[in-house]
């Protein structure tokens, strides 16, 4: 059943890429976007995109820059409904906080002024991060928060200054910039905020989320901080929700989207029982690991609009594992 044409950012991205296969799946019509070539210096493989089903018939790939807003132009014109999931990803800290925030408040803008443009545009629907929720340093580890709660961006810039802070502190400010731009300018704007995404991906490269939650399975000690006390998701149930919420008539600002929250300890359980084969650190080795022990948070708004999750950590190591084991990564 054709449902119209839509348009996702940073097609090649581990969770737009899936949200491609799912749209076009449930018969919509896709214009996505990778990295101008003159700015990422590379051509890029997307036969990963473009062999999905369907795609040769409802698939359109542009190049585009967030520094070049007017680059989405082209790809949003005509389309219905807008997924902005594009954001530059910058952990190592080689760009200064300023520069990429700005760089990703301007590309967010861009494209809701595009969507203006456009005139067909009826929603957009923008990918935020749940770390534009968790980190205030007003609450405690045990409480769980829902949409009501923002990040502080000045505790995330005295407590996470080597730590992602530069990612930590643009996703919110972008997230806030472009529920404020729809709400003055009539444009109807939601954002959905998942937790670590997991699961199984497309292309051969392992997803950075996906690999620090396989962290102990991979050896990766260094990222066991990370795994503290960890919510997760399945990028198939993250991919539904943007959908869903496209499709709701009546989604209005944030949805949390996360399926559980697991401690490190409960994680080594788990994984030491499922998956005997693979060489699990000792439990004695995460005592000390502490760094990143958030608050958890909460779904029940999206699920009151009728969202139901279909996969569990079971499913998400499970397929994590499948596509690691094609890409001869394990």
């Not at 969507?115 to 205030?136: D, E, F, G, H, P």
């Not at 999750?309 to 990564?329: P, R, T, V």
Request: net charge neutral; hydrophobic share 35%.
């Amino acid at each position: 059943m054709e449902k119209g044409r839509v348009f996702v950012s940073g097609g090649t991205g581990f969770l737009a890429s899936w949200m491609i296969k799912r749209l076009l799946e449930e018969g919509y019509y896709v214009n996505t976007t990778i990295r101008c070539r003159s700015t990422s210096g590379s051509t890029k493989d997307v036969s990963y995109l473009t062999n999905l089903p369907g795609a040769s018939e409802r698939l359109k790939i542009f190049e585009a820059d967030l520094s070049k807003p007017e680059t989405f132009d082209a790809p949003i014109k005509g389309c219905i409904g807008v997924f902005h999931v594009a954001h530059p990803i910058d952990f190592e800290g080689k760009e200064p906080e300023a520069v990429q925030t700005e760089k990703s408040i301007k590309g967010g803008l861009g494209i809701l002024q595009a969507c203006i443009n456009s005139t067909t545009v009826k929603k957009v629907v923008y990918t935020s991060s749940a770390s534009t929720v968790v980190l205030n340093g007003k609450t405690h580890t045990d409480q769980v928060l829902d949409e009501e709660s923002w990040s502080d961006v000045d505790f995330i810039r005295a407590h996470f200054k080597d730590f992602g802070a530069s990612y930590f502190v643009s996703k919110t400010l972008t997230e806030k910039a472009m529920l404020e731009f729809g709400g003055n300018n009539g444009l109807d704007v939601v954002t959905v905020i998942p937790t670590f995404i997991h699961g199984p991906f497309l292309g051969s490269r392992c997803p950075g989320s996906v690999r620090v939650s396989m962290a102990m399975i991979f050896g990766d000690t260094d990222n066991y901080e990370m795994l503290t006390k960890t919510d997760f998701v399945h990028v198939d149930d993250v991919a539904r929700a943007h959908i869903h919420l496209l499709e709701y008539p009546e989604a209005k600002g944030r949805y949390i989207c996360s399926r559980i929250g697991v401690t490190i300890s409960e994680l080594y359980k788990f994984l030491s029982s499922r998956y005997v084969k693979y060489k699990m650190p000792n439990i004695d080795s995460l005592k000390d690991v502490d760094k990143m022990k958030l608050p958890g948070v909460s779904s029940r708004k999206l699920l009151d609009t009728g969202f139901q999750f279909n996969y569990g950590l079971e499913e998400m190591f499970d397929d994590a594992i499948s596509c690691c084991k094609q890409s001869n990564l394990l």
